[in-house]
């Protein structure tokens, strides 16, 4: 199959997503998990005026690019209608690895440009060893995406904490925090920064690109990715390698920002994670959803937690909330595709 | 460990292969393991630690058997860790409760703790079934949103502090009791893995499930109910992880929202999938799915009989995982179809 005939195909999956034509009713559908968004924070600012305050406000922006990350890490694997359980101890993982690579390269008297590189060289080089195992398992032995990445899951604790001995790894130079945490550019947190460059170069890629396109496909009919001959199986490797490294990336922001290696850094983040991208609207059946659906749950779940803490919920309360909204998102999600149809 | 993973390498001549490929790998794996232990430790077969092993397979078997049915139906449980945390804690409170109210009658103090237990755990499993069956949201995302609310609300109940306060005669009269020289936990977990047995092969129940899973259209099509029957698959499934719950309340003596949690929920959905239960749904035998509890649960005893690092045991437990549904998933495609 020639590149043109393709992106032909990818044409067509892009109008059967939904992408091409939006009627009213469809728009306004559409909006609604964004005038959900400014509903909720009105409400919590009607409770509390302290929610509208630009400290608070650019504190949402900043918590929500970690989440929005780990949800485009984890959307990008769901497209092909699987999920990566394995991403928070990856996480964990590669926060340990990288702050053990910088104090070793501190300890050894190495100059600060080489003991950055050390760091991010070992973060990365985890990150992309936990995809390539991932998507081998999966593409190449043709196991289930939940078993395989449940057992990268227990593999990834298991090196996390034999790394660390199960403490927080120090060590971690002052200039990495500045550049991953502290900095900012034109008044911007650096978190911020990075989340959206990294947002956009993915939106790109899913939506301009060949292999972003063979994503949707491969998501919305496996037999026919395979009979088209789209190389399903390297696209699926390289798929869990792509969510890897995206969560390493965040892994090291978190790690910056902590400023120490956390064996427990990943915690329920794979959850978390795949909540946020459902809530935005990414499908679990594949094919559906994309950086702008990942970007609009985290925002949603980071700024119901944050609402819910100023106006003093309770921790357990809120535990339930989720859990509700997480429900309620996918249901109105599907009432909204029905629409559509 | 390196016994038991030479002996779960595919087998070379065809005799052997068929014999592999009928009864699967999974007992031979489990002989092995077990060989291998008692040569390596004699403390693996002392009466003590096989007990232990026996109380600890009944929890994870009695709520994996549940975790297979709803997997059989093509869906999804990961609320079961929480369903165990709700049940103890509900369990123990209301028996607090009703003992300070009616102090001394035994009889309705430990029936409306069991009640409240079971009765908590089939109203999670009715809203679980009735979200995937009538709204038609994936099960993944219902029980992904019910155990974040299941465990928020055992949290509340308790504010994270053990609950006390239950019958002597329920904690040492039951849960620790022994039996004819076993726990009463095994007893319970024979009688959920038979019940659920038969339920599988010989009511209509069970191969409805089955023909919901290995194709929804044709069931429809063959005038199945599937809405009754799926939420009949997630209450089941809470119900057992409730059932789970009890007994390990009744064992420990005291109501834990901690118990069960995320672990309880992977390792059961390990156990079934292990167990031969396909994902896809529509294949899948009770039976194995016990023995693969049992076999984890092994496992999990021999890493600690090795000394082995405990930070280092999960990396054991997902590289035997993976590889074992791996091999699993080759074997079948070597196969030639029918």
Same mark, same amino acid.
């Given at each position: 199959?020639?590149?043109?005939?393709?992106?032909?195909?990818?044409?067509?999956?892009?109008?059967?997503?939904?992408?091409?034509?939006?009627?009213?009713?469809?728009?306004?559908?559409? @909006?609604?998990?964004?005038?959900?968004?400014?509903?909720?924070?009105? #409400?919590?600012?009607?409770?509390?005026?302290?929610?509208?305050?630009?400290?608070?406000?650019?504190?949402?922006a900043q918590q929500t690019s970690y989440l929005a990350l780990f949800a485009m890490a984890q959307t990008v694997v769901i497209l092909t209608?699987g999920f990566d359980l394995a991403l928070g101890p990856a996480v964990s993982m590669v926060s340990v690895g990288t702050a053990l690579a910088m104090?070793?390269a501190?300890?050894?008297?190495?100059?600060?440009a080489?003991v950055l590189l050390a760091g991010l060289g070992a973060g990365f080089g985890l990150g992309i060893a936990c995809g390539l195992f991932n998507g081998?398992?999966?593409?190449?032995?043709?196991?289930?995406?939940?078993?395989?990445t449940?057992?990268s899951y227990?593999?990834a604790i298991?090196v996390a904490?034999?790394l660390s001995?199960?403490?927080?790894v120090?060590?971690v130079p002052g200039l990495f925090s500045q550049i991953f945490y502290g900095g900012s550019v034109?008044?911007v947190p650096a978190a911020i920064v990075i989340t959206v460059t990294v947002g956009l170069i993915l939106h790109l890629t899913l939506? =301009?690109t060949?292999f972003g396109?063979?994503l949707?496909?491969?998501?919305?009919?496996?037999? @026919?990715? @395979?009979?088209?001959?789209?190389?399903?199986? =390297?696209?699926?490797t390289l798929t869990y390698m792509l969510c890897s490294v995206l969560a390493a990336l965040g892994a090291i922001m978190m790690t910056a920002r902590t400023g120490s290696g956390e064996p427990n850094l990943g915690g329920s983040l794979s959850l978390q994670a795949i909540a946020g991208a459902?809530?935005g #609207?990414t499908?679990?059946?594949? #094919?559906?959803g994309g950086v702008g659906t990942a970007v609009l749950g985290a925002l949603?779940v980071t700024?119901?937690?944050?609402?819910?803490?100023?106006?003093?919920?309770?921790?357990?309360?809120?535990?339930?909330?989720?859990?509700?909204?997480?429900?309620? #998102?996918?249901?109105?999600? =599907?009432? =909204?595709?029905?629409?559509?149809? | 460990?390196?016994?038991? &993973?030479?002996?779960?390498?595919?087998?070379?001549?065809?005799?052997?292969?068929?014999?592999?490929?009928?009864?699967? /790998?999974?007992?031979?794996?489990?002989?092995?393991?077990?060989?291998?232990?008692?040569?390596?430790?004699?403390?693996?077969?002392?009466?003590?630690?096989? &007990?232990?092993?026996?109380?600890?397979?009944? /929890?994870?078997?009695?709520?994996?058997?549940?975790?297979?049915?709803?997997?059989?139906?093509?869906?999804?449980?990961?609320?079961?860790?929480?369903?165990?945390? &709700?049940?103890?804690?509900?369990?123990?409170?209301?028996?607090?409760?009703?003992?300070?109210?009616?102090?001394?009658? !035994?009889?309705?103090?430990?029936?409306?703790?069991? *009640?409240?237990?079971?009765?908590?755990?089939?109203?999670?499993?009715?809203?679980?079934? &009735?979200?995937?069956?009538?709204?038609?949201?994936?099960?993944?995302?219902?029980?992904?949103?019910?155990?974040?609310?299941?465990?928020?609300?055992?949290?509340?109940?308790?504010?994270?502090?053990?609950?006390?306060?239950?019958?002597?005669?329920?904690?040492?009269?039951?849960?620790?009791?022994?039996?004819?020289?076993?726990?009463?936990?095994?007893?319970?977990?024979?009688?959920?893995?038979?019940?659920?047995?038969?339920?599988?092969?010989?009511?209509?129940?069970?191969?409805?499930?089955?023909?919901?899973?290995?194709?929804?259209?044709? *069931?429809?099509?063959?005038?199945?109910?599937?809405?009754?029957?799926?939420?009949?698959?997630?209450?089941?499934?809470?119900?057992?992880?409730?059932?789970?719950?009890?007994?390990?309340?009744?064992?420990?003596?005291?109501?834990? +929202?901690?118990?069960?949690?995320?672990?309880?929920?992977?390792?059961?959905?390990?156990?079934?999938?292990?167990?031969?239960?396909?994902?896809?749904?529509?294949?899948?035998?009770?039976?194995?799915?016990?023995?693969?509890?049992?076999?984890?649960?092994?496992?999990?005893?021999?890493? !600690?009989?090795?000394?082995?690092?405990?930070?280092?045991?999960?990396?054991?437990?997902?590289?035997?995982?993976?590889?074992?549904? +791996?091999?699993?998933?080759?074997?079948?495609?070597?196969?030639?179809?029918?």
């Amino acid at each position: 199959m020639s590149d043109a005939e393709l992106s032909v195909a990818a044409k067509e999956t892009c109008k059967d997503t939904g992408h091409a034509r939006w009627l009213p009713a469809q728009r306004l559908w559409r @909006a609604m998990l964004p005038i959900a968004l400014v509903v909720l924070l009105l #409400g919590f600012a009607a409770v509390d005026g302290r929610v509208l305050s630009p400290a608070n406000l650019l504190n949402i922006a900043q918590q929500t690019s970690y989440l929005a990350l780990f949800a485009m890490a984890q959307t990008v694997v769901i497209l092909t209608r699987g999920f990566d359980l394995a991403l928070g101890p990856a996480v964990s993982m590669v926060s340990v690895g990288t702050a053990l690579a910088m104090a070793g390269a501190t300890a050894s008297g190495h100059g600060t440009a080489a003991v950055l590189l050390a760091g991010l060289g070992a973060g990365f080089g985890l990150g992309i060893a936990c995809g390539l195992f991932n998507g081998v398992v999966i593409a190449v032995l043709g196991v289930n995406p939940f078993v395989a990445t449940l057992g990268s899951y227990n593999i990834a604790i298991g090196v996390a904490t034999t790394l660390s001995a199960g403490r927080p790894v120090q060590g971690v130079p002052g200039l990495f925090s500045q550049i991953f945490y502290g900095g900012s550019v034109l008044g911007v947190p650096a978190a911020i920064v990075i989340t959206v460059t990294v947002g956009l170069i993915l939106h790109l890629t899913l939506v =301009r690109t060949v292999f972003g396109r063979s994503l949707y496909i491969i998501g919305t009919n496996p037999r @026919a990715a @395979a009979v088209a001959g789209l190389p399903v199986k =390297r696209i699926l490797t390289l798929t869990y390698m792509l969510c890897s490294v995206l969560a390493a990336l965040g892994a090291i922001m978190m790690t910056a920002r902590t400023g120490s290696g956390e064996p427990n850094l990943g915690g329920s983040l794979s959850l978390q994670a795949i909540a946020g991208a459902v809530v935005g #609207g990414t499908s679990l059946a594949g #094919g559906r959803g994309g950086v702008g659906t990942a970007v609009l749950g985290a925002l949603f779940v980071t700024i119901l937690s944050n609402g819910m803490n100023l106006t003093r919920i309770d921790g357990y309360v809120q535990m339930v909330v989720l859990g509700a909204i997480v429900i309620i #998102g996918v249901l109105l999600d =599907r009432l =909204r595709l029905e629409r559509s149809q | 460990m390196t016994t038991a &993973l030479a002996a779960s390498r595919p087998p070379t001549s065809i005799g052997l292969q068929s014999i592999a490929g009928r009864i699967g /790998f999974l007992p031979a794996l489990l002989v092995a393991l077990v060989a291998g232990m008692s040569t390596i430790d004699p403390q693996f077969y002392g009466v003590i630690n096989i &007990l232990n092993i026996l109380r600890n397979a009944s /929890f994870l078997a009695i709520v994996a058997c549940g975790q297979a049915l709803v997997i059989i139906a093509g869906g999804f449980d990961l609320s079961v860790g929480a369903v165990v945390a &709700l049940a103890s804690v509900v369990t123990a409170k209301t028996m607090a409760v009703t003992a300070a109210a009616f102090p001394g009658n !035994n009889a309705l103090i430990i029936a409306s703790g069991v *009640a409240a237990g079971l009765g908590c755990g089939s109203v999670v499993g009715l809203i679980n079934g &009735l979200c995937v069956a009538k709204l038609k949201v994936s099960g993944f995302v219902v029980t992904l949103g019910t155990m974040s609310a299941t465990a928020g609300v055992g949290l509340m109940i308790t504010s994270g502090i053990p609950v006390y306060g239950m019958p002597e005669v329920f904690v040492k009269g039951f849960g620790r009791a022994q039996v004819f020289g076993l726990p009463t936990a095994v007893y319970v977990a024979l009688a959920v893995i038979i019940i659920m047995m038969f339920a599988q092969r010989r009511t209509l129940f069970g191969r409805y499930v089955y023909a919901i899973g290995g194709n929804v259209d044709a *069931a429809v099509v063959s005038g199945v109910s599937i809405q009754r029957h799926i939420v009949g698959t997630y209450v089941t499934s809470s119900v057992l992880a409730a059932l789970a719950g009890i007994l390990l309340t009744a064992q420990v003596g005291s109501g834990q +929202a901690s118990f069960g949690g995320d672990r309880m929920m992977l390792q059961s959905i390990a156990a079934a999938v292990i167990g031969g239960v396909s994902l896809r749904g529509g294949v899948g035998r009770i039976e194995i799915v016990a023995i693969s509890a049992l076999f984890l649960t092994i496992l999990g005893n021999a890493l !600690n009989l090795l000394h082995i690092d405990s930070r280092l045991q999960p990396v054991f437990l997902g590289v035997i995982m993976v590889a074992a549904v +791996a091999l699993d998933e080759l074997s079948r495609r070597r196969k030639p179809r029918v």
